[in-house]
C-alpha cells in the first residue's frame, strides 16, 4: 500500500519558490496572486509500517525548525490547488534519493516495483479565474511533455482524500521480441524503415540490402541461428549511418556555384578538407597538439605532467521542447566526453550559449514555449547540470534574434584535465582488445531518447513513458565521475566512452572497431523497467552511462570500487577479433554484423550550393546622416538587448568551485562587467592555467557566412589574448548550427543557397585557422536549425535561425599572474587603440537599430593583424599593460564605456587619434564593428616600454582615465560627440535586464 | 612538531574536495580524501581508514545527495546512522570540525550546531532557501566575532570570501538566536565592505539570514560551520581584484605580492591549534 507525506514550510517562513512564481506570474502572465505557498509530495510506494513511516518523517523528510508535514492532506483555505507531478518515466532524481535514504535508514531493500516519486502542490491564494490558474500552471509551472497536473477549485476539494495516492509507475504490458525485415525489395525496405521510424536512408538502403543478400554473409547469419535482418541490426545500422553519428552533412560532396561570377567548383568533404587538413598541418609544427580528430573531444598539452581535454556540443531539439530537461541533459551530457575521452578526464570547466527569440516577444507567432519561459528553463537547466557536477561555469553567452523561435540554440562546452601519464601509459591513448570485458557503467537503460523526434508526437497513456524528454541527472554522473577516475589512475581502464547519440549501439559499435568485434548480451543490461525490445536495449539513449572495456583480472578491483561510489556497473559482453558485432538475449543471437559493414563506401550526401553574393541580392549601405544626439544614441545603444548586461545569468552558476578561479565571468570595481574570458588554474598549486572564450557573430551571415565566420574566429582570439593568451597556444572548437541545406522546391527553397552559406563558412574556418594556427581540438555540427511555427490564422510559418558558428578558443597559460582583466585601473593612465577602424558598419549592431543591414560586413585581415596579436601578448607578459578589452559587437563607443564602466571612472577620448578615423564620420568611427582592434589602458611610467613594443604598428594613443566619472569622447577641435556621466551609461547598460535574479 | 591529520569527506555528490584537501595542505596538515562509504566501512574497499586517526573532520561543500529533500538532510541521516558513535568521540577528543556550505548544513541537520549543552543530536536551526529563491555567487564581506570561542577564526577579523549556495538562509527560532548571540556562538556575519553590518540586505547579504548569520560554532568552539567558502580563497588569484591589487602594489613599487589566498588562515588556525593541544 502506497502513502504519501506532504511537507511544508511553517507559516512563519517565508516561501522563497512561492513568491518567485508569485512574482512571475505579474511579470509574465500580468496575473496579481495574493499568495502562493508550496507544499512537496513524497509517494511512497512500498509496503511500511505507520511506526517506520513516522521514523522516515521526522528523522530524514521533516525539519523540526523550518518544517510540518503529515501523511494526510496539508493544503487548506487555499481559493484553488495546483498539484504537479513528472509522467511514468521521467527521472525523478529527488525520488530516487528518498528511496535510498528510507532504505538506508531503515534498513530494508525495495523491491523492483517499489519507488518514491516526487510531485508538488501549489496553494493558490488570490481572486483568479480557473483559467488564469490553468495559465499558471501550463505556463509557468508544467510542461505537458514531461509533467502531468490537476487544478482543485475550493469547493471541489474532499480534505479528507486530498489528491488520492497518484503513483507515476511505469507498466509496460509488453514481451520482449525480435522482428524480423523483408528485403524484398528496396521498395519494400524503404516502407518498413518508413512505418518503424527506422530512418534509414535512401541511398543507403540498396547497400543495406546488397550486403544482407551476399552468399556469405548469409551462410555466416545462417550459422548464427538467423536469416532475414533483424529490427536490432537495421536499427544499428540506422544509428551509426545517422548524421549525428556519421556527419553525413560536412561528409557530402557539394557543388558549388556562384550564381554572379559563373564560376563551379567540386567540393569533395568540408570537414576533411577545412577541418581535419588544416588540423593535422597545424599539428605538425605545434608539438602542445596532442590528440585530435578521432577522440569524444580533443587533448592539448597544459604542461609537463598534464594534458587538458576540450570539446563543445549543442542541445537544441530537446531543449526547445522541455528547456529545462534539455539544457540539464546537454550540460551533463557533454561533461561525459572529457570523462570518455583518453582514459578519462576530470572534469574542470564547463562553458554555454544560448540563441533565443526576443524575452519580451509580443509577436503573432505562436513556439512552443515562449522565448522568455525557454530562457529562464535552459538557464536553470545549465545551472543545475553544473553546480551540482561541481564544475565551475565562469564563462557564456546569450544572444536574441527571433529567427531562433523556430528552434533555439543551446551551445554547450566542457573542459577537462588527465596526467599526461597514468602508469606509465600515455593518457590519451586508449584500445580495446579481444578478452577485454565491456562494462556499463552508471544509469539504468529505459525508454529515453528512442527515436527521440518522432516520438515527441506521439500520443500519452496513463502509464507511458515521456521517455523522449530526459532530464540529465548530475547526482548520479557525479558520483560515476568519481569513480571512474579513481579506477584510472589504478590503471585499470582499457578504453572508455560514453553513452551519448545512439546509446550502446555507438559505444560498443566504435569501440568494438579496435578489436574487431565484439559479443552483448542484452538481458544483461540493467533497465529502469521491464519490457524494453531488444533494439530499445541496444540504442536507447539514456543518459549518465559510460562504456569502459577491461582485463578480466582488473574485474573484482573494479567493482569493489563501484560499490564503494555508489555506483552500478554491469560486465555486458566482451570484445574479440571475430570481425563480427554479435548481439544476445537469453544466448540466443539477435544480431551479427560485420564489423566492416559500416566502412564500406555508403553514398556520399550531396548537395546544390548556389552563392548569390550580397550586392547581387540588393544589399547596399544605408542612408543615415549623423545623429545630432550621440549622448542619447550610446545610451540606447547600451540597452539593446545583445549589447546589455545579462548578469543574472552568470550571477546562477558557480564559477568558484574547485578552487581556480583567476578570471571570473564578471571582472571590474564592482564586479559587473563582462571579462574577455575566464582563467582558472586546475592544478592548484601550480601557477599555469587555462584562458577560454567563446563568440558568435550570426547577423553578418545576413552579408556573407565567409566574413561571419572570419570575424566569430578573430574575436575569439582577440578575447583569449586580452587577458594574456599565449598567441603560439590557440586551441580552437568550432559549433556549427545551420538551417537545412538539403534544397526542396516547397519545403526549402533556399535550401541552395543555404548550402552555399555552409561552404563559405567552412573556407573561412580553414582559411583562418591556418592563418592563426588554431588547431580545430573539437567541434560538432547541428544542422536543421529550423521550425515551423503556428500563427494567428492556423497556418505553420517556417522560421530558420541564422546561419550561426560558436567558436571557442583556449590558450594554455604559463604563470596566471600575469593576466590582465579589461576595467580601467587607475586616474592618469593612458588609453591606447590597437588596430584600424575601418567603414565597416554591415550587420552591426548600429545598423540593425536603425533597421538596416548594410553590406560593408567586417573583414579580417590575419597577416596585417597578426603581428598586432604577437606584439600585445609580448607587452603584456612584460607587464606593461593595466587593463585590455577585445572591441566586439557595437564598436568603439561601446567598448570604451564599458572600459570606463568597469573602473568605475571616466574618460577622455579624442576620436581624430583613432587609427583610420581620418576617412570615416563620426558615427563609423564610433559605431563601425571593424575586427582586429583592442583597447587598453597604460599607466604614464610604462608608456615608452609600452609604445616601443608597438613601433610602426596601427596603434593610437586615444586618451587617458580620468577622476572624475566622466565619459567624453571628443571630435576635431576638442568638439564634444559624446559628454556623459558613466553611471548614467551603466544604468542604460543594466536597465533592460537589471531586475532579474 | 607533531603531525595533525585532517579528514576532508567525499562521495555522493560532495564537491569542493580538492581544494579543501589542497587549502589543508597549505596549512600544514596531512590531509586526506576520504570517501563516506570507507568511513563506514573501514577495509570493504581496500583502504580502512579509522576517523580516530584524524584530528580535523571537514564536511566540505557541494550537493550531497542532490540536495534533494533540503540541503544537507540526507547526508545527516546517513552519517548520524552509520557514523554517529565514531563522530561522538571524535567529539568528545576534544578535536575539530569544520563544516562548510553544503558542510555546514549537513552539521546543523546532524545537530553537532549549534549544540546547546553539549546536546550534539537536536535540530535546532536551519539553512533554508535564500530570500532570491536562486542559487548565487557572489563574494562576501565577512565580520568575525573576537569574543566567539571558535578556534578556526582566532585573530581574525574580517576577511572576503565566495558564497555558492541556493539554501543559505540562517534561521532559527528567536530565543535560540538570542541565545547564540549571548554566548558568542555567532563566528561570522554578512558586512558591507567597511565592515558595517548588511542588515539583511542584498547584496551584502547575499540569503537574508537572520541577524546577517554566516557561521556559528558550538559552546566548546572546536565544531564551526559557515557557508562562505575559505578553501576558494587559497590564492592570491581567487580574490576577484587581484588585477587590481596588483596593479596598484606595482604603482607604489611593490613588486612582491602575496601567493596565498586569505581563507588559509582559517584552515591554519585549526592545524595551530591541534598542534598545541595533542
Redesign the interface.
Known amino acids: 500500500m502506497a502513502s504519501r507525506l506532504e511537507i511544508r ?1 511553517k507559516k512563519e ?2 516561501d ?2 512561492g ?2 512564481l508569485r512574482r512571475k506570474a505579474r511579470e509574465y502572465l500580468g496575473l496579481e496572486v495574493k499568495d502562493i505557498r508550496v507544499i ?1 509530495v513524497l509517494t511512497i510506494d512500498a509496503d511500511l509500517h505507520t511506526d517506520q513511516l513516522e521514523q522516515i518523517r521526522t ?3 521533516t ?4 518544517e510540518e508535514s503529515s501523511y494526510t492532506p496539508l493544503p487548506e483555505d487555499f481559493d484553488r490547488l495546483i498539484w504537479i507531478g513528472f509522467r511514468p518515466g521521467v527521472r525523478d ?2 525520488g530516487s ?2 528511496a ?2 528510507i532504505q ?2 531503515l534498513g530494508i531493500t525495495f523491491t523492483a516495483d517499489q519507488a518514491v516519486y ?1 510531485s508538488k502542490l501549489y496553494e493558490i491564494r488570490g481572486n483568479l479565474t480557473e483559467r488564469q490558474v490553468h495559465k499558471i500552471a501550463s505556463e509557468l509551472l508544467a510542461n505537458e511533455l514531461i509533467q502531468q497536473w490537476k487544478i482543485y477549485s475550493r469547493d471541489e476539494w474532499r480534505p479528507q482524500q486530498g489528491i488520492g495516492i497518484l503513483v507515476p509507475r511505469v507498466l509496460l504490458d509488453h514481451e520482449p521480441r525480435v522482428s524480423t525485415i523483408s528485403i524484398e525489395s528496396d521498395q519494400e525496405l524503404r516502407r518498413i524503415s518508413l512505418e518503424r521510424n527506422l530512418a534509414l536512408q535512401d541511398r543507403d538502403i540498396p547497400i543495406i540490402r546488397q550486403y544482407f543478400l551476399r552468399e556469405d554473409v548469409k551462410a555466416d547469419r545462417k550459422r548464427a541461428g538467423l536469416d532475414l535482418p533483424t529490427d536490432v541490426e537495421l536499427e544499428y545500422i540506422s544509428q551509426a549511418r545517422s548524421d549525428h553519428c556519421n556527419h553525413n552533412t560536412f561528409r557530402g560532396l557539394f557543388r558549388y556555384h556562384d550564381l554572379a561570377t559563373g564560376h563551379r567548383e567540386i567540393v569533395d568533404n568540408l570537414f576533411k578538407s577545412c577541418i581535419e587538413a588544416p588540423t593535422l598541418k597545424i599539428k605538425e609544427e605545434k608539438d602542445w597538439v596532442i590528440s585530435v580528430l578521432w577522440d569524444n573531444a580533443g587533448v592539448g598539452r597544459f604542461d609537463d605532467n598534464y594534458y587538458y581535454v576540450i570539446t563543445g556540443e549543442t542541445h537544441n531539439s530537446p531543449s526547445n521542447m522541455e528547456a529545462y530537461g534539455g539544457a540539464i541533459t546537454g550540460i551533463v551530457g557533454i561533461y561525459r566526453d572529457p570523462l570518455g575521452t583518453g582514459k578519462g578526464a576530470k572534469l574542470i570547466l564547463g562553458m554555454y550559449g544560448y540563441c533565443v527569440g526576443p524575452r519580451d516577444y509580443r509577436g503573432e507567432l505562436m513556439p512552443h514555449l515562449h522565448p522568455r519561459r525557454l530562457l529562464d528553463g535552459v538557464i536553470e537547466g545549465v ?1 543545475d547540470g553544473g ?4 564544475i565551475p561555469t565562469p564563462f557564456g553567452l546569450l544572444l536574441f534574434d527571433e529567427g531562433f523561435m523556430g528552434k533555439c540554440l543551446v551551445f554547450v562546452t566542457a573542459l577537462g584535465i588527465m596526467p599526461a601519464e597514468i602508469r606509465g601509459e600515455q593518457s590519451h591513448e586508449k584500445t580495446t582488445s579481444p578478452g577485454d570485458l565491456i562494462i556499463m557503467s552508471g544509469g539504468r537503460v529505459g525508454k529515453d531518447g528512442i527515436h527521440g523526434v518522432t516520438a515527441a508526437s506521439e500520443t500519452y497513456g496513463e502509464h507511458t513513458p515521456a521517455g523522449h524528454v530526459q532530464i540529465g541527472d ?2 548520479t554522473q ?2 560515476m565521475h ?1 569513480f571512474l577516475l579513481e579506477v584510472r589512475d589504478e590503471g585499470l581502464i582499457s578504453f572508455i566512452t560514453d553513452n551519448g547519440g545512439g546509446g550502446l549501439s555507438s559505444s560498443i559499435g566504435e569501440s568494438a572497431r579496435f578489436s574487431n568485434g565484439c559479443r552483448v548480451e542484452l538481458d544483461k543490461v540493467p533497465l529502469k523497467y521491464q519490457g524494453l525490445d531488444q533494439w530499445e536495449i541496444w540504442v536507447s539513449e539514456s543518459q549518465e552511462r559510460m562504456t569502459i572495456a577491461l582485463k578480466p583480472e582488473h574485474a573484482n ?1 573494479f567493482m ?2 563501484s ?4 555506483v552500478e556497473s554491469t560486465i555486458i559482453g566482451e570484445y574479440n577479433d571475430t570481425g563480427y558485432l554479435q548481439l544476445q538475449y537469453n544466448n540466443k543471437t539477435c544480431a551479427y554484423v560485420r564489423m566492416d559493414l559500416l566502412r564500406s563506401d555508403f553514398p556520399q550526401w550531396e548537395f546544390d550550393a548556389e552563392w548569390t553574393p550580397p550586392e547581387i541580392r540588393g544589399l547596399t549601405e544605408p542612408v543615415i546622416d549623423g545623429p545630432g544626439n550621440h549622448n542619447l544614441l550610446l545610451k540606447a545603444i547600451l540597452s539593446r538587448p545583445n549589447i546589455c548586461g545579462r548578469n543574472w545569468v ?15 565571468p564578471l ?1 571590474g ?1 564592482k ?1 559587473d562587467i563582462p571579462s574577455d574570458a575566464a582563467v582558472v ?1 586546475p592544478i ?2 601550480s601557477k599555469s592555467g587555462i584562458a577560454v572564450t567563446q563568440a558568435l557573430n550570426p547577423f553578418y551571415s545576413q552579408i556573407d557566412t565567409y566574413q561571419m565566420t572570419a570575424a566569430t574566429i578573430d574575436e575569439a582570439v582577440r578575447k583569449a589574448l586580452a587577458v594574456g593568451g599565449d598567441p603560439d597556444h590557440l586551441g580552437g572548437v568550432d559549433n556549427f548550427c545551420w538551417p537545412t541545406i538539403e534544397y526542396h522546391p516547397t519545403k526549402n527553397p533556399d535550401g541552395k543557397y543555404k548550402a552555399a552559406q555552409l561552404v563559405r563558412a567552412n573556407w573561412a574556418l580553414r582559411d583562418y585557422c591556418l592563418a592563426y594556427g588554431i588547431p580545430l581540438l573539437s567541434g560538432k555540427d547541428s544542422m536543421y536549425v529550423d521550425g515551423n511555427l503556428k500563427g494567428p490564422y492556423g497556418e505553420r510559418r517556417k522560421v530558420s535561425g541564422l546561419p550561426t558558428l560558436l567558436f571557442t578558443v583556449c590558450s594554455a597559460i604559463k604563470d ?2 600575469m ?3 579589461m ?1 580601467a ?2 586616474p592618469g593612465d593612458l588609453v591606447y587603440i590597437l588596430g584600424d577602424t575601418n567603414n565597416e558598419l554591415g550587420g552591426s549592431e548600429f545598423y540593425q537599430m536603425m533597421g538596416s543591414v548594410g553590406i560593408n560586413v567586417p573583414k579580417v585581415d590575419a597577416k596585417g593583424f597578426w603581428p598586432h596579436y604577437l606584439a600585445l601578448a609580448r607587452n603584456i607578459q612584460e ?1 606593461l599593460v ?1 587593463s585590455c578589452h577585445a572591441v566586439s559587437r557595437g564598436g568603439l563607443a561601446v567598448h570604451l564605456a564599458l572600459v570606463a564602466m568597469a573602473g568605475e571612472l571616466g574618460m577622455q577620448i579624442h576620436l581624430p587619434l583613432v587609427p583610420g578615423a581620418s576617412e570615416l564620420s563620426v558615427t563609423q568611427t564610433l559605431y563601425s564593428e571593424s575586427c582586429g582592434r583592442f583597447i587598453i589602458t597604460v ?1 604614464p611610467e610604462k608608456k615608452e616600454r609600452f609604445e616601443k613594443g608597438f613601433s610602426g604598428m596601427k596603434i593610437g594613443k586615444v586618451g587617458i582615465v580620468t577622476e572624475s566619472p566622466r565619459f567624453s569622447i571628443m571630435d576635431r577641435g576638442d568638439v564634444a560627440v559624446i559628454e556623459e556621466d558613466v553611471q548614467a551609461l551603466k544604468e542604460a547598460w543594466k536597465r533592460p535586464f537589471g531586475e532579474l ?1 | 612538531m607533531r603531525r595533525v591529520n585532517a579528514l576532508v569527506l567525499t562521495g555522493y555528490g560532495l564537491n569542493c574536495d580538492y581544494e579543501t584537501d589542497f587549502s589543508l595542505k597549505l596549512a600544514g596538515a596531512e590531509s586526506h580524501r576520504i570517501h563516506i562509504n570507507e568511513l563506514i566501512a573501514p577495509g570493504r574497499y581496500g583502504a580502512s581508514p579509522k576517523l580516530d586517526d584524524y584530528h580535523i573532520l571537514v564536511f566540505g561543500g557541494g550537493f550531497s545527495w542532490a540536495d534533494d529533500h533540503g540541503a544537507g538532510v540526507l547526508m545527516a541521516s546517513k552519517l548520524k546512522h552509520h557514523l554517529g558513535a565514531p563522530i561522538e568521540r571524535f567529539i568528545e577528543d576534544g578535536k575539530l570540525i569544520l563544516g562548510i556550505c553544503n558542510g555546514f548544513q549537513a552539521l546543523v541537520n546532524l545537530g553537532l550546531l549549534p549544540g546547546f549543552d553539549k546536546k550534539y543530536d537536536e535540530r535546532r536551526v536551519a539553512l533554508t532557501h535564500n530570500d532570491s529563491g536562486n542559487f548565487i555567487d557572489t563574494w562576501v564581506h565577512l565580520k568575525f566575532n573576537p569574543k566567539s570561542p571558535c578556534v578556526f577564526t582566532k585573530g581574525l577579523y574580517d576577511m572576503e570570501l565566495p558564497v555558492r549556495h541556493g539554501e543559505g538562509k540562517f534561521y532559527g527560532a528567536a530565543e535560540d538566536i538570542e541565545r547564540l548571540f549571548a554566548n558568542n556562538l555567532v563566528v561570522a556575519q554578512y558586512a558591507d565592505e567597511n565592515g558595517h553590518e548588511a542588515k539583511g540586505q542584498w547584496p551584502h547579504n547575499p540569503n537574508g539570514s537572520l541577524e546577517d548569520i554566516a557561521g556559528i560554532c558550538d559552546p566548546s568552539g572546536r565544531i564551526f560551520g559557515l557557508m562562505p567558502h575559505p578553501e576558494a580563497f587559497n590564492h592570491f588569484t581567487n580574490h576577484p581584484d587581484w588585477t587590481r591589487k596588483k596593479d596598484s602594489l606595482l604603482r607604489r613599487g611593490i613588486e612582491t605580492i602575496p601567493e596565498d589566498g586569505e581563507g588559509i588562515k582559517v584552515f591554519r588556525n585549526a592545524v595551530e591549534f591541534i598542534r598545541n593541544s595533542f
Open positions: 514550510l517562513i517565508t522563497a519558490e513568491a518567485g512537496r528523522n530524514i523528510f525539519n523540526p525548525v523550518t532524481t529527488a534519493t528518498a535510498e535514504a538506508d535508514f516526487t545551472r553546480n551540482k557536477s561541481g548530475p547526482y557525479k558520483k568519481d578491483r569493489e570500487l560499490a564503494k561510489h555508489s552568470a550571477r546562477q552558476y558557480d564559477h568558484e568551485v574547485q578552487g581556480g578561479s583567476v578570471i571570473k571582472v570595481k564586479r588554474r592548484l598549486g596566471v599572474s593576466c590582465v582583466t576595467d585601473k587607475s607587464g593595466s599607466t535574479i
